[in-house]
């Protein structure tokens, strides 16, 4: 293929492009999906601190592969320098969009139906976009594919569609939290990146946004839950997404003083332990619900007791595996997500601890604006994170104990 392939348009690309290998993505994602391309122009910037800008022509053989090519370039802010305004067409059906819709990154982004762009409303990745009036004025959503509805107005095409990448520094220019430019760290000093976290959750605290954590069972294994119960306390935890396991085995841990059936305190197992957490299930729907169970004294300590009392939400969504599950669980796994979207406004930070699963369903849905940590022993967790779109997942290698311990030293001192 050639430059003179019947289908062709131009995209420019602006931000600290060498340093952070944006170009290059945007290359060979052309070639993947079948595409060529032509660098038109190259301007590097003169200054360190100065972006770059290239200005590239891409090709295809296919209007819609190179929609599709167009689409895919936008993960990394490549955007048409003539976009022209969207296309929209009716849903044919419920759950169904059109062939031709709109696949949504999770960057800030931008839909121009007349005259005026129009802001999407939290931006998510592997979405569409569905066009609605609010008060007699359009307003751009993303909607995933199992909510939307037969004759919805959905964007379809690449046309008329742009996005924002997050600002970035220049590679040594960072601030202060500039640890988030990586994407793994196993060897900086432990202390200072928790004293860096430490010091963003007060910021968005203070800025009036919320924080939002999700969490693995390790966090009861490892004896980390009086600390994350201090952090709880403290008003440095506004939303928990979690799975059964979880709350299963913090309950287990407050009732029985186990965790697997093992002693929390010795370190040994203790006679009929293996049963403590699936009695602990038992205890929590007889009483209805763990904040019924709360309300009533029978659960006492612990993580979700922490989170009924200081009336802070929990979404937590369960897997075929589980036990019970206790009677919060969603066992629906898209009502599951829909209430995990409800409790994504205001949130300004996202921390996820010893979780594999629920920490890459979390960042499928986060807008790529909102700055992430993964915390885990398994440094693959924060690569499949990064590996699925979260680029903006910075992750820490480390055992969960040690960090939510020197964390709530930071932020709660005892």
Known sequence: ?????????????????????????????????????????????????????????????????????????????????DPGTALTRPAPADGVFPDDFYSTTNLETLVRLDRDWLRVRQPEMDCGLVVTDEGGQPVVRTVPVSDVKAGDTVVCGAHGVRVELPPQAPRGEEDDFGFMSSAVSSEKPQALLVRQIAERMREVKAAGQRILWVGGPAVVHTGASPAMVRLVRAGYVDVLFAGNALATHDIESALFGTSLGVDLAKGSGVPHGHE??????????????????????????????????AEKPFVLVGSVRDDGPLPDVYTDVIEGQRAMRAQLPDVGFAIMVATMLHSIATGNILPASIPLVSVDINPATVTKLADRGSAQAMGIITDIGLFLEQLARELAPE
């Open 276 to 309: 403590h957490h699936i009695r602990a299930i038992n205890t929590i729907r007889a009483a209805g619900s763990i904040a019924a169970a709360v309300e009533s004294g029978v659960l006492t300590g612990g993580v979700m007791h922490a989170m009924v009392q």
């Open 1 to 81: 293929m050639t430059h003179t392939a019947a289908h062709s348009a131009t995209v420019t690309v602006i931000g600290h492009l060498m340093d952070t290998g944006i170009l290059a993505r945007v290359l060979d994602d052309v070639l993947e999906y079948g595409g060529d391309y032509r660098i038109e122009s190259l301007d590097l910037g003169r200054q360190h601190e100065d972006e770059s800008r290239a200005l590239v022509e891409i090709q295809a053989d296919e209007a819609d592969r190179l929609d599709r090519i167009l689409m895919r370039v936008q993960i990394h802010g490549a955007n048409t320098v």
